[in-house]
């Protein structure tokens, strides 16, 4: 899909402080204004904030414009780009945002930066959604002086950040000068129905009978810092037209949630000029396979027309008359009138809005016109903290520019080395082909979470570690983790009944190969264990030591270790009860003598049993031969 970005020229405003600028609150608000390529924070002349893009880790490299005196702020100097060579197809700035919705603005320029005078074609998206599209070469004033895109875009609640990403279109380089980003209220522009599902890129957004206003650009406030464009370049100039203004009258009913259109859109507008049977017509830029979301803006500002009926008009979208408008007979007079209707299956590149009088001249404050992008499948959240975990322990080099979603937005084939499919709660994860890359790293364990995963080759790189048993995964059918460095026994998880085949070759590994695993040879699949020398137990291998598998004890050891311990722990309570339990009345010395070797013990030894001896003699020899004792004399 191919979106062309409203270019909005760069023009300078007078610097002003306006108290209801969300950017002014800054992080505190989950407002953001980064200044890409910018080497240090600073404080602009209208008073916000602006932070160094070194905080949100963009990558790519610093640059600025060729002729910096041409723009009036230092954050549309500096610029940040990305060459695939070094930067991948893809870079990222991650935003760290609650769930919500946000108005986001990009200003994009080249200026001959690179002194190539060529500009880069280029998308970008968000929410993982491809929402703009830069093709060269840009519009002249574009190219020299910028151009600023902005969009409406809901934030998922899963990380608590939203990812901004640049896409390089063949080898040009993406390029960007400033990021800014806000909340807005989630029920603007029908977020009710709407929002949760959509991405509103603006296609258009003028002041009718004014010139361009806005926060940033002006000291004029708007509550979700919207910049309004002058008419001028979207009237047709086939017809003529008349500007009037409020006159100081004060408007009612503008500045109002949820949609806080400021009431300056309401104090000026467009007439027919001429004849009173003259049409209002503004040509807007439309992509046909998309739907729109238009906005018109009315307020009764002449102060001629004071009851119904004395304006009515109708309005015409691409040809099609879908209401009538009396503005007194909605509001009253000098009151902010809004009305949206959505416009779907145009055939034209340019969407007609016709105001076509009834009753007097038709009138029109501001227009706004949204593409209504749906928001495209996203990874399945833990497949993506899959695949970040494994972007961190295999090391992926920078030029391989795994950054934002793993597989969203389709249009950009996922991830390098990465191919994804729809499942049934999002997109998931189903081949890994990262052969030959140069990594370093490990396997994280991790990779258990990618539940889908048929093929995964990590072969001729210098991984190590242990296999982890997470690569056991049922819907493996292809394992290729051959010419690397990875040690330890292989997980008895491999070896599932769709594996077929598995090549493990060329490693460190070591210990009995699981018999579920070589099985696959044996049932027509491939297998490859040779190149590791400590492997055995299957045929081509050394068998293993005795009670020794899997770099282990296996169950035999196992029990035989047991006994032994078991017969050891026998004999010492055999001996303990010998010892301390059974000792007869004369047994006086069983203590375990420290000098038991030497000659004088033993010989002490013999003297305490003779003397032993001589008493028990005595004692026999007291008895009388009938066995009474005698008391000294026979009885």
Known sequence: ?????????????????????????????????????????FTSSFGRRWLSDQFFSPGGAAGMVAEPHRFPQPQERTLRFFPPSSAGKSSCYSLPLPAGRYYLRIFSVYDNYDSKARTPSFDVSAAATLVLSFRSPWPEPAARYGAYSDLIFPSAATDNASDVCFY??????????????????????????TGADLVLVNYGRVTCGNSLFGPGFTKDPDAFSRVWQADVDFRNNDLSYDAITAGGRKIFGSN?????????????????????????????????????????????????IGAAGQRVFDVMLAGEN????????????????????????????TLSVKLVPVVGRPILCGLENYAMVPLEMRTVPSQVAAMKALKDSLKIPARMGWNGDPCAPRAWDAWEGVTCHPGDKGLVITQLDLASQGLKGFISDEISHLKDLVSLNLSYNSLTGNLPPGLGQPSLVSLDVSSNEFTG?????????KLQTALLNNNQLDGQV??????????????????????????????????????????????????????????????????????????????FPQDLTSISAISAKRNRYQRAKSVMLAEMEAHSPDGFYTNGSPH
């Open 322 to 349: 879908v209401t009538r408008i009396d503005i007194f007979k909605q509001v009253g007079g000098f009151t902010a009138f809004k009305w949206t209707y959505i416009v779907e299956n145009l055939t034209s590149s």
């Open 1 to 41: 899909m191919r979106l062309l970005p409203l270019i909005l020229l760069l023009l300078a405003g007078a610097a002003a402080h306006a108290s209801d600028d969300p950017f002014l609150t800054a992080a505190a608000n989950h407002s953001y204004n980064i200044d890409c390529g910018g080497a240090a924070d």
């Open 168 to 193: 390089s279109l063949s080898t040009d380089a993406p390029v960007v000068a400033s990021i800014e980003v806000a909340p807005v209220h989630p029920l603007a522009y029908d977020g009710a129905t």
């Open 489 to 497: 026994s292989i997980p008895g998880t491999i070896g599932s009944s």
């Open 256 to 304: 109002q949630p949820p949609n806080y259109f400021p009431t300056k859109l309401y104090e000026s507008a467009v007439t027919t000029g001429g004849d009173a049977t003259n049409e209002i017509e503004y040509l807007m830029p439309v992509d046909t396979r998309l739907s729109y979301m238009v906005w018109l803006h009315f307020a009764e500002i002449d102060a001629g």
């Open 514 to 591: 699981p018999e579920r695993l070589y099985s696959i040879g044996v049932h027509g699949g491939v297998i490859d264990l040779s190149g590791n020398k400590g492997l055995c137990g299957v045929p081509t291998l050394p068998e293993c030591a005795l009670f020794w598998e899997k770099g282990g004890l296996n169950k035999t050891g196992k029990i035989a270790l047991g006994a032994s311990f078991g017969f050891v722990l026998l004999v010492i309570l055999i001996v303990v009860y010998i010892l301390c339990i059974r000792r007869g009345p004369y047994d006086y010395d069983f203590e």
